[in-house]
């Protein structure tokens, strides 16, 4: 057994939560396995067997049988978008659709319940994930006549699942002021069909354009209205998370007002999650980045020491920047969202304010400028180490720049998901040689010495860290077929990647991570075990308990809301 010196229940140290007769995984080297857990003030005072565990037991214990279910640490969901998720809960959910007209019949039952003027928004269609490709199309994507017909009064904006591109209708495009004229910005572009007339799809920074008009019509609101709605936003992705047994969230890009909305639900007691928040804000608002750290806050409900950059776009929509020009569009090598100057400022900015750099990039090419970017960055700041700087996604790799990570440090922060979810079209965009070569390697990028975290980009994924787990040890796409499972993670490295080293990317693995005397009691009990079941059963495996800061959030299929007070205080 593993406790802290002297604490014991017959030396006065009685704990406030046991879990005994459980399967506990630890994710810690010094006790890798044990059976009960004790936890004082929410934080763990003991790891043992059940009988070494029962000396922390009175009457004012809560005492959990778990009856053999599986006890790990709670899962780290090391990339995804917290708003971004609350608010996919209030969209279009276009996930459920099969095909181009699906999409529109759900748009005309929406468009007759608005009034004129309001904006409907839907997200999660994928263009390759359709049964049948959409006539007429430029580029695979469809004509936005249709949606112009059944939507005449409101503008749509329909956002790709990747979170990429977006297909708006003509009310869109006339309240945003974009027509045939109007040129691609930098870093994005304009879909046209052969005499030059925009056919409703726009990439990358080109949704911009509906962004900033959704933008200005939600103004209109008052200052109450935007303040309830984004706190209801907030509170539908903390919900979603405890009930996935997720514990803490990185959070892949937020504004310092959105950060600031954090601070005030967690003084409010309003957020179970921990988050772990990466600053999206441009370049000239990252003067006097220094004074907006922030470590721990709320018992350490939110560190806020990243800044989160995007070099690229995605795959699914030609985004990737690319070495060599796409199989599927032989024109193309991708999109680079950001000028390299800029990217070496926000990475100066960084280095020199003690704040990791975490940058989306997708594309070989993307990969590769973002690592010489920071080779540039470090070797000028001989004296900084530690550094722990992320690349987001490292999806497609070059097989020379795969060594490159563990050399420089620089963490994979992956999605497992995406591989069986994207599996089916890579080949088609990139050709089998380069798939097989680099594309979500990180069994190649593990066995080289990198730390890979893991997590699903939600809402492109669902955030279902069981999901992303199953994705990550089998590869196996929804036919059956397994993309390259010679980059399969073994269970345990799967299970690494969701705990361990999710907290070792923010820093926090002193706190975070395993069941380890000392740590936050944040832990999952799974009501199967998920690193020797049949791997057709993964899938099938339930969240029992979420447990944060020693407190149930969610339990028995129940999620939770109680006074968070009586764990700020500690």
């Not at 396995?33 to 037991?57: M, Q, T």
């Not at 019949?105 to 997200?123: D, F, H, T, Y």
């Not at 979603?240 to 959105?258: Q, R």
């Not at 979500?440 to 593990?446: E, F, G, R, T, V």
Request: charged share 25%; aromatic share 8%.
């Amino acid at each position: 057994m593993v406790s802290f010196p002297g604490c014991s229940a017959k030396k006065g140290k009685a704990a406030d939560m046991v879990l005994k007769n459980g399967k506990i995984i630890t994710m810690d080297p010094a006790i890798p396995r044990a059976e009960a857990v004790a936890i004082l003030k929410g934080r763990i005072i003991a790891v043992g067997s059940n009988k070494e565990i029962d000396d922390y037991i009175t009457d004012e214990t809560s005492v959990r049988d778990l009856e053999g279910k599986l006890v790990i640490p709670g899962f780290i969901e090391s990339h995804a978008h917290f708003s971004s998720l609350g608010m996919a809960k209030r969209y279009l959910d276009l996930t459920v659709t099969h095909n181009w007209d699906d999409i529109v019949l759900m748009v005309k039952l929406s468009a007759e319940k608005r009034n004129p003027g309001e904006w409907i928004v839907g997200r999660g269609w994928h263009q390759e994930k359709w049964d049948r490709v959409p006539n007429p199309n430029v580029e695979g994507l469809p004509l936005n006549d249709e949606l112009s017909k059944v939507s005449p009064q409101n503008p749509v904006m329909l956002i790709h699942a990747s979170g990429h591109s977006c297909i708006v209708n003509k009310k869109a495009m006339e309240v945003a002021g974009v027509d045939s004229k109007t040129p691609d910005p930098a870093g994005g572009k304009i879909i046209k069909d052969g005499s030059g007339r925009p056919i409703g799809a726009f990439l990358e920074t080109a949704m911009d354009f509906f962004y900033n008009a959704r933008d200005i019509y939600n103004a209109k609101r008052t200052p109450q209205q935007i303040k309830e709605e984004n706190r209801d936003i907030a509170e539908l992705a903390d919900r979603e998370c405890s009930e996935k047994g997720i514990t803490t969230f990185h959070d892949a890009g937020a504004s310092y007002d959105t950060i600031e909305l954090y601070k005030s639900m967690i003084l409010r007691y309003k957020l179970h999650t921990r988050l772990y928040v990466m600053i999206g804000e441009t370049n000239d608002r990252l003067k006097n980045i220094g004074k907006y750290k922030i470590i721990g806050f709320g018992n350490n409900h939110l560190t806020v020491r990243a800044i989160k950059r995007l070099i690229d776009g995605a795959l699914g929509a030609h985004g990737a920047w690319l070495l060599e020009p796409y199989d599927s569009l032989p024109t193309s090598t991708g999109l680079n969202t950001e000028p390299i100057e800029a990217m070496k400022e926000t990475a100066r900015i960084a280095v020199e304010n003690g704040f990791q750099l975490c940058t989306h990039a997708i594309g070989d090419r993307g990969n590769r400028e973002t690592l010489d970017i920071y080779e540039e960055a470090f070797n000028a700041h001989p004296g900084k180490k530690d550094l722990r700087w992320r690349i987001e996604h490292a999806q497609h790799l070059h097989p020379v720049d795969i060594p490159r990570f563990a050399k420089l440090g620089v963490i994979a922060a992956m999605q497992g998901v995406h591989c069986i979810s994207d599996g089916p079209w890579v080949p088609k965009r990139i050709g089998n040689k380069r798939a097989e070569e680099g594309a979500y390697a990180w069994k190649k990028l593990i066995d080289a010495g990198t730390v890979v975290s893991n997590g699903t980009d939600a809402p492109v994924e669902d955030v279902s860290p069981i999901a992303c787990y199953y994705a990550s040890v089998t590869r196996r796409m929804k036919d059956g077929n397994v993309f390259f499972g010679q980059q399969r993670m073994t269970r345990l490295q799967a299970l690494q990647t969701y705990t361990i080293n999710g907290a070792y990317a923010a820093f926090e693995e002193k706190i975070k991570g395993s069941v380890s005397v000392g740590k936050l009691a944040d832990i999952a009990v799974l009501s199967k075990d998920i690193t020797t079941i049949p791997e057709e059963e993964i899938l099938s495996t339930e969240v029992v308990y979420t447990i944060v800061g020693g407190y149930p959030v969610y339990q028995n299929n129940k999620y939770l809301k109680f006074d968070l007070k009586s764990m700020i205080r500690y």
